[in-house]
């Protein structure tokens, strides 16, 4: 692990900057559809106290036509600073659940323009915006004129190989008066396939005035320093490196105030917080929550003998009570003596 640069160290020491907000972290946590509830935020928000957090991403439209909000865009006051995130690509619609997310305690609105999905896509949203500059810098005017946050965008570096606009995309995004752009450095054919372009991060970086963020295979506090070496980014965004793993904004939030590793939890502590996360959607959400949990509880499941098997059990839990002594006996096992998983586990 090379130690920060002085140049980086000292840029990062300052908050990061977004519109009139100050974020005293330069670490994020990724919007992630179906991961990123409460429950998975304050765990993040334990080993990462000042970063910035978002929820899933909502649906403007579902949002214009009902009367309850759902339970997606629920914000805890004590979970700040904290974003929600909004997709769709009605302008008038995205405008009105900006102001609903702001009346729910959103620090930022986080515009998505990039997911893949294709249920998304086909309805014009996500990272079919890409292909429709024009939309998505009406979408941004009017989602600005609508709340008095700063409002941001995450994207892609384009639709395809054959189209990777993110330059002129992220300009028009700045010019519309989004006050932070958020590159993952796929195309949106890639999917999550492929390696991350983080030389299109560093294109993008030059070309704006307001705050970049990189995204894309930030697994370890060590990709993270690399991303923002090679970038020049003003921060990371932590999105899969965090399934199974809510330690890892954290570390890296750590490193970079302190150039101090923290010590990687070990399976014991790794599974005891599973054992917490099934716990807590249990209680937030009822047998909903639990069965939401299954594909937690197996991402946290590996690094240790007998961890396949064990995840192929929790896969399938159907009550809390279920999973909580799968959980038990594995620690049981884990702490008469840890073994290393075997790599094709």
Request: glycine share 8%.
């Amino acid at each position: 692990m090379l130690p920060l640069s002085p140049s980086l160290q000292a840029r990062l020491s300052q908050p990061l900057k977004i519109g009139s907000l100050e974020v005293k972290s330069r670490v994020l946590q990724s919007p992630l559809s179906g991961v990123t509830d409460m429950v998975f935020r304050r765990l993040v928000r334990r080993y990462a106290p000042e970063s910035m957090m978002y929820t899933e991403m909502v649906n403007a439209t579902g949002l214009h036509y009902v009367r309850q909000l759902p339970k997606i865009m629920e914000v805890d006051p004590s979970e700040r600073p904290i974003s929600i995130q909004l997709f769709d690509c009605r302008p008038d619609f995205l405008a009105e659940a900006a102001v609903k997310a702001v009346a729910e305690g959103a620090d930022t609105v986080d515009i998505n323009m990039g997911c893949p999905v294709n249920k998304i896509t086909k309805n014009g949203g996500g990272s079919s915006l890409l292909r429709q500059p024009d939309v998505a810098e009406a979408i941004v005017q009017e989602v600005v004129k609508a709340v008095d946050v700063p409002v941001t965008v995450k994207t892609r570096i384009g639709w395809n190989d054959q189209e990777i606009t993110i330059l002129d995309f992220a300009k028009r995004m700045e010019d519309a008066g989004a006050q932070m752009i958020t590159v993952h450095g796929r195309t949106r054919a890639q999917g999550y396939n492929g390696n991350a372009r983080w030389e299109w991060i560093a294109q993008v970086k030059q070309v704006l005035s307001i705050p970049v963020i990189g995204n894309g295979d930030i697994f370890s506090v060590e990709a993270a320093v690399k991303c923002l070496e090679q970038t020049g980014a003003d921060g990371v965004m932590c999105s899969r490196g965090t399934f199974g793993y809510p330690f890892l904004v954290g570390e890296v939030d750590h490193f970079l105030k302190t150039g101090e590793l923290l010590p990687a939890p070990n399976p014991i502590q790794r599974m005891e917080c599973a054992r917490e996360h099934l716990y807590a959607l249990w209680e937030y959400k009822g047998d909903r929550g639990v069965h939401q949990a299954r594909k937690h509880l197996t991402w946290y499941a590996k690094g240790f003998v007998g961890a396949a098997e064990l995840r192929g059990h929790l896969s399938l839990v159907e009550t809390v009570q279920q999973g909580l002594d799968l959980i038990d006996r594995a620690i049981e096992k884990l702490a008469t003596g840890y073994e290393p998983e075997d790599e094709e586990n």
